[in-house]
C-alpha cells in the first residue's frame, strides 16, 4: 500500500458565533489514498462542507481550524503560509461547489475565468491561456467551445456551468478534485452525465476525487470507500461494498434503510426518530445517543472511540466491540 | 375504476414574456395541452425535470394560477369557471403542502396562528372548537401543545413541514396538492415525513396530488403516475406497470439516470440521453423529445405524437411505442434496486 495523497488527523474547526461556539468538525480523521473517490456522506449540518473547505484552507470569519494535521504528500497544509498554500490551491487540490452561479463571475466570460487558473500557476500569455481555455471547455464536452468561451455565465443552463466549473478545477491537472454536492442544484439526466463525465477525466488523469454528497445512490456508483459524517464526527468509515453490504454503525443503518427503496409500496418506512442535535450543544457520550434504538447506558457517558473491524473499516460505536 | 374526483381537460398556461418592443410578444408554454384524471383516495404521482410545468400544473389545479384555457371538474362540478364565494366553498376541500416549509409558513406567525388562519376564513371561529380541533391536528401530524405558540423559525425544517401539513389538512379536504414535499429535507427526515403522508391518507382517505422530481419516493406513495416532459405528458401508467413495462424513452432515461444504492452493480445497462431539455419558450416541432431521442424518425420531427391508451391504463405519447422495446433496461434496473435492499434486512447490530 503507497502512502497516502492526503492524511487528515484530529481536525477540529469551530465557529464562534455570538451564540456560542459551533463546533462544525470536531475530531476528524481520514485519509484520501492516490487515484481513488473518497466520498463523505451526511446530512445537513453534518460538518461535510467544512471538512472541504479545511483542507483549502478557506475558512470563512468567524470560523477557526484549532486543531489537527493534514498531511499532503508529506507537507502538513496546516503550518503553509498563505502564500504557500496559494501555490497548491487550484494547483494540486482544486474544489467545485455546489451552486456554480455562485462560484462564477458574472462580468467575466467563461473563457476568460477558465483562463486564469494556467495563466497564474503556469505564467501562459494571454493567448495561450486562452487557447487552453477552449481546450479544456472541449474537454468537458461542451459544443462549440470556441463560442463558449466568449459567453457569460448567466447564457448558460445549470448543467453548462458546471461543466465550465469542471473545466476550470481540471486546467491544472490537480492530483485531489474536492466536489461539494457537484449535482445538487441540476436534474436527474444531467446528474447522469455530470457524473459519467467526472469519471471518465478521473480515469484518464488518475486523480484522486473527494466526493460531498448526501446522496446514497451516487456513493455506490461512483465511490471507492465512504465515510459517514454525525453531527463533526465521522462515525464509520470503509470500502464502499463493505459499507453497503455490512454497515455497523446505527446511523448508517438508519440511513441506508430509509430509503424508500425495495419497500412494498405505501408501506411505512424505517425511519430515524428526532432531529439532528444543536451543534453549538451537541449531546455528551455518543452523539447519535439520543436517536438510536440499541442505546445503553455507556453511550451517554462515554464517547465512543473508532474501532478497527478489519479491512479498513473503521466505526466509532460501543455496541461493535467485539 | 373509483370515482373521478379530479378531471383535468386540455389544460394550457402560457406565460408572456418580454420581448422587445417590437418584437412579437412570446410565451413560455409552462402546461401545454395536459388532459388526466384522478380517482378518489388514489394519489397520483407527477414526474418531471425543472421546466417540465408540474409545479404550474399543481398550481392550476388549485386554481392559485388560472389556466390560459382547459376544464376541470372538481367531483363533477366543473370549477373553471366558478369564481369567488361560490368558489370558497370547494376551495376548503383542497389543500397544498409546498416544498420549502420556511418560505410557506408565515415567519411572523406562531403555529397556532397559522393554524387558526384557514378555520377563520371558513367560519369556525368559537375559541373552544378552533382550540380543540388545532390541537388534535397537531397531534396527528407528530406534534404537540408545546410547539403551539412557537414561531417558523424555533422549529427544525421537519417539524415545520408537519405544520404546513397540519394547515393544509385541518379542513379536512378531500384533495391534498403535494410539491415537492420532501426535497429539501435531510433523508432521515424524509422517511418521517412520507411516513405521515401516507398515515393521513390512510386515515382521512385523502386524495393526493403528488408533484416531485425523485422517481424513487413517487414509486412508493403512488398508485398511478404521469411523466411531464417540457409541458406535456409523455406516458401515464400504473406505478407497477410504470417501471417494469416502461414505454417512452424520456421515461426510460429518467428512471436509469437515478442512481442505485447498491455498489455491486456497478455495470447495469444504462441509456444515458445528451443535451439538456431545451427551452420551452420555443419548443421544438414534433414530439419534443425528439432532439434527445435516439430512436428518432422523420415522423417524430414533423409530427406531434398524441397521448394514446397503448394497453389497458397505459398511455403514451410516442410514435415508435409499439415497435420499441425498452423494457428490458429499466425491468433489470428495478430488479436490482429492490435487490439492495432484500439484503439489508439482515442490517442489526449484533448486541
Not at chain 1, 461512483?222 to 453497503?244: H, L, N, P, Q, W
Not at chain 2, 413560455?28 to 407527477?46: H, L, M, N, P
Not at chain 2, 434496486?337 to 448486541?351: D, F, H, L, P
Request: hydrophobic share 35%; glycine share 8%; with cysteine.
Amino acid at each position: 500500500m503507497n502512502t497516502p495523497l492526503l492524511d487528515v488527523k484530529g481536525l477540529r474547526t469551530y465557529f464562534y458565533t455570538g451564540r456560542g461556539v459551533v463546533k462544525a468538525v470536531d475530531g476528524v480523521n481520514f485519509i484520501i489514498k492516490e487515484d481513488e473517490v473518497f466520498c463523505l456522506v451526511g446530512e445537513t449540518g453534518c460538518g461535510k462542507s467544512v471538512t472541504a473547505l479545511s483542507i483549502m484552507r478557506l475558512i470563512p470569519y468567524p470560523g477557526k481550524i484549532l486543531d489537527g494535521s493534514m498531511l499532503y504528500k508529506g507537507k502538513n497544509l496546516l503550518k503553509l503560509s498563505e502564500s504557500e498554500i496559494r501555490k497548491i490551491r487550484g494547483r494540486e487540490i482544486a474544489m467545485i461547489f455546489q451552486n456554480p452561479m455562485n462560484s462564477l463571475n458574472p462580468v467575466f466570460t467563461i473563457g476568460y475565468q477558465i483562463s486564469e487558473a494556467p495563466i497564474t500557476h503556469f505564467n501562459l500569455s494571454r493567448q495561450d491561456g486562452w487557447k487552453k481555455a477552449v481546450e479544456l471547455i472541449e474537454k468537458v464536452k461542451m459544443p462549440d467551445a470556441e463560442v463558449r468561451a466568449k459567453t457569460f455565465p448567466h447564457v448558460l443552463s445549470g448543467g453548462m456551468r458546471q461543466r465550465s466549473m469542471i473545466a476550470m478545477m481540471i486546467s491544472c491537472e490537480p492530483n485531489l478534485l474536492i466536489a461539494d454536492e457537484p449535482t445538487t442544484s441540476v436534474d436527474v439526466t444531467i446528474q447522469a452525465q455530470l457524473m459519467h463525465l467526472l469519471k471518465e477525466i478521473k480515469e484518464k488523469r488518475r486523480m484522486s476525487i473527494m466526493l460531498i454528497t448526501h446522496n446514497f445512490g451516487l456513493v455506490a456508483e461512483t465511490g471507492d470507500r465512504v465515510a459517514v459524517m454525525y453531527c463533526g464526527k465521522i462515525v464509520e468509515i470503509g470500502s464502499v461494498k463493505e459499507i453497503f453490504r455490512e454497515p455497523m454503525h446505527p446511523y448508517t443503518q438508519g440511513l441506508l434503510r430509509c430509503l424508500p427503496i425495495g419497500f412494498e409500496r405505501k408501506k411505512q418506512l424505517d425511519s430515524i426518530p428526532g432531529t439532528i442535535p444543536n451543534p453549538i450543544n451537541p449531546p455528551p457520550g455518543c452523539r447519535f445517543y439520543p436517536r438510536c434504538k440499541y442505546t445503553v447506558e455507556k453511550c451517554k457517558l462515554q464517547e465512543p472511540l473508532q474501532i478497527d473491524l478489519g479491512k479498513g473499516h473503521l466505526v466509532a460505536c460501543h455496541l461493535c466491540g467485539g | 375504476m373509483g370515482r373521478i374526483l379530479l378531471n383535468v381537460e386540455e389544460f394550457k398556461k402560457y406565460f408572456p414574456v418580454k420581448g422587445g418592443l417590437f418584437s412579437k410578444p412570446a410565451y413560455i408554454r409552462a402546461v401545454d395541452g395536459v388532459s388526466f384524471q384522478v380517482e378518489k383516495g388514489e394519489t397520483f404521482g407527477v414526474v418531471g425535470e425543472s421546466g417540465s410545468g408540474k409545479t404550474t400544473l399543481g398550481m392550476m389545479v388549485l386554481k392559485l394560477i388560472e389556466p390560459t384555457s382547459g376544464k376541470m371538474y372538481f367531483d363533477g362540478i366543473e370549477i373553471t369557471s366558478i369564481k369567488g364565494r361560490e368558489f370558497k366553498k370547494l376551495r376548503k376541500r383542497m389543500g397544498i403542502v409546498f416544498q420549502d416549509p420556511s418560505a410557506s409558513l408565515n415567519p411572523r406567525m406562531t403555529v397556532r396562528g397559522t393554524l387558526r388562519r384557514p378555520l377563520a376564513i371558513h367560519g369556525v371561529k368559537r375559541g373552544e372548537e378552533v382550540e380543540k380541533r388545532i390541537l388534535s391536528m397537531l397531534e396527528k401530524v407528530g406534534l404537540g401543545r408545546e410547539h403551539l405558540d412557537r414561531y417558523p423559525h424555533e422549529l427544525s425544517g421537519g417539524q415545520q413541514q408537519r405544520v404546513a401539513i397540519a394547515r393544509a389538512m385541518i379542513l379536512n379536504p378531500d384533495l391534498v396538492v403535494h410539491d415537492e414535499p420532501t426535497s429539501s429535507l435531510d433523508v432521515s427526515v424524509q422517511s418521517q415525513i412520507l411516513n405521515l403522508l401516507l398515515r393521513l391518507q390512510n386515515e382521512f382517505n385523502l386524495t393526493y396530488l403528488f408533484i416531485t422530481h425523485d422517481l424513487v419516493t413517487v414509486r412508493h406513495v403512488s398508485d398511478r403516475i404521469a411523466v411531464m416532459y417540457l409541458g406535456k405528458i409523455v406516458e401515464i401508467a400504473e406505478t407497477d406497470e410504470l417501471f417494469k413495462n416502461t414505454m417512452h424513452p424520456y421515461t426510460v432515461a429518467l428512471l436509469s439516470a437515478a442512481p442505485i444504492p447498491n455498489p455491486e452493480v456497478k455495470s447495469v445497462k444504462r441509456f444515458i440521453v445528451g443535451g439538456e431539455p431545451p427551452s420551452p419558450i420555443n419548443p421544438p416541432q414534433g414530439c419534443r423529445f425528439h432532439p434527445r431521442c435516439r430512436y428518432v424518425t422523420k415522423e417524430c420531427i414533423s409530427q406531434e405524437p398524441r397521448l394514446l391508451e397503448v394497453e389497458k391504463n397505459h398511455y403514451v405519447a410516442c410514435h415508435r411505442s409499439c415497435e420499441l422495446d425498452l423494457s428490458s433496461y429499466t425491468r433489470d434496473l428495478w430488479r436490482i434496486m429492490e435487490e439492495a435492499i432484500a439484503g439489508s434486512e439482515r442490517m442489526i447490530i449484533k448486541t
